[in-house]
C-alpha cells in the first residue's frame, strides 16, 4: 500500500490511455477511485461516472454523487483532453472552441464544481494534466497548443487562490504516450487535399503519429500520479516525457525563438 491512506480520487477521462492507467494504478493501491468519462471503460475495476466534462450539469452530478458516496473527495485528475489537428487557417472557429471547450472549459469546470467541498475539508488536490507541447508549440496543433497553455495559466492564479484553504494545485506536463490519442485525434474539416497546407500537414501529421507511437507506456505516467497522490507537499509542476523531449525544453530559455523554432519545423518537416 502506498505511504498514505486510502483517498478518494477523481479522475476524467478515465475510459482510456493515461487516465485508464492511472485509475487503475490508485484502485489497485486502494485508492477510492471515480473514474468519469463519456463511455464506460469495458471491465473497469474502479467505480465508474459518466461524465460530459463540456456540460455543467453533469460535471456537478458526478461531483455530488461522489460526495454523497464518501463525503468528502481528496484528489482530482483533469485528464479529459481532445486535439484538433489542422492549421489555424483551416481549422473551423467551431472546431476552436470545441477543442478549448474540452480541454481548458472543461477542466475549469471540474476545479469550480470540486473546489466549495476541498474548501470545507481545508484540504484537497487538484492536478491538471498539461502538454510538454504548451512550452513548445507544434505545427498543426496551435488550437491544442492553446487549450494547454491556457489551463497553465489558471492552474498558476488558482494555485495562488486556493493555497490559503489547504488546496494544492499541481500542473502535469506530459509528452509523448502510447495511448488512443493518436487514432481519436480529430482532423479539420477543411484540412482536405484541396488545403495549400495539405503536403505538409501529411508530412507533420506522419512524425507526430510515430512519436506517439513509440512513446512511453502510460503506466510511467500513473506511478508519477500515485506518487504526486501520496505527497505531502507536490510541486507545482511535473514533467515528463521521452528523454528528448524534456530536454528540448531546455534551449527554450537561451535559444533565440527564430532559431528554436526552425529546429522545430526541420524536425516535424513543415517546410
Not at 27 to 33: F, N
Not at 111 to 118: K, Q
Not at 123 to 138: D, E, F, R, W, Y
Not at 251 to 270: C, D, M, N, Q, S
Amino acid at each position: 500500500m502506498s505511504r498514505i491512506a486510502s483517498k478518494v480520487v477523481l479522475i476524467t477521462g478515465a475510459s482510456s490511455g493515461l487516465g485508464l492507467a492511472t485509475a487503475q494504478r490508485l484502485h489497485a493501491l486502494s485508492h477510492r477511485v471515480y473514474g468519469a468519462s463519456r463511455s464506460s471503460a469495458p471491465g473497469a475495476t474502479y467505480t465508474t461516472l459518466r461524465m460530459d466534462v463540456d456540460d455543467d450539469g453533469a460535471v456537478q452530478r458526478g461531483v455530488d454523487e461522489i460526495l454523497s458516496r464518501e463525503g468528502r473527495l481528496d484528489a482530482v485528475l483533469n485528464n479529459a483532453g481532445i486535439g484538433f489537428a489542422g492549421s489555424i487557417e483551416d481549422l473551423t472557429l467551431a472546431e476552436a472552441r470545441q477543442q478549448l471547450e474540452t480541454n481548458f472549459f472543461g477542466a475549469v469546470r471540474v476545479c469550480r464544481a470540486v473546489l466549495p467541498a476541498m474548501r470545507r475539508q481545508g484540504a484537497g488536490l487538484i492536478i491538471n494534466v498539461a502538454s510538454i507541447g504548451a512550452q513548445i508549440a507544434l505545427p498543426y496543433q496551435g488550437h491544442y497548443t492553446a487549450s494547454k497553455l491556457a489551463l497553465e495559466g489558471m492552474s498558476q492564479s488558482l494555485r495562488m487562490e486556493v493555497r490559503p484553504f489547504g488546496i494544492r494545485v499541481v500542473v502535469f506536463a506530459p509528452g509523448d504516450f502510447q495511448t488512443g490519442f493518436t487514432e481519436h485525434r480529430l482532423r479539420g474539416r477543411q484540412t482536405a487535399k484541396e488545403s495549400a497546407y495539405a503536403l505538409s500537414f501529411l508530412r507533420t501529421l506522419t512524425v507526430v503519429e510515430r512519436d506517439e507511437r513509440t512513446g512511453l507506456n502510460p503506466e510511467r505516467f500513473a506511478r508519477l500520479v500515485e506518487h504526486i497522490v501520496a505527497s505531502r507537499n507536490p510541486r507545482p509542476r511535473y514533467v515528463i516525457g521521452p528523454a528528448f523531449e524534456r530536454l528540448a525544453l531546455a534551449p527554450k530559455a537561451v535559444l533565440p525563438a527564430t532559431w528554436l523554432e526552425a529546429g522545430v519545423r526541420w524536425y516535424y518537416r513543415a517546410g
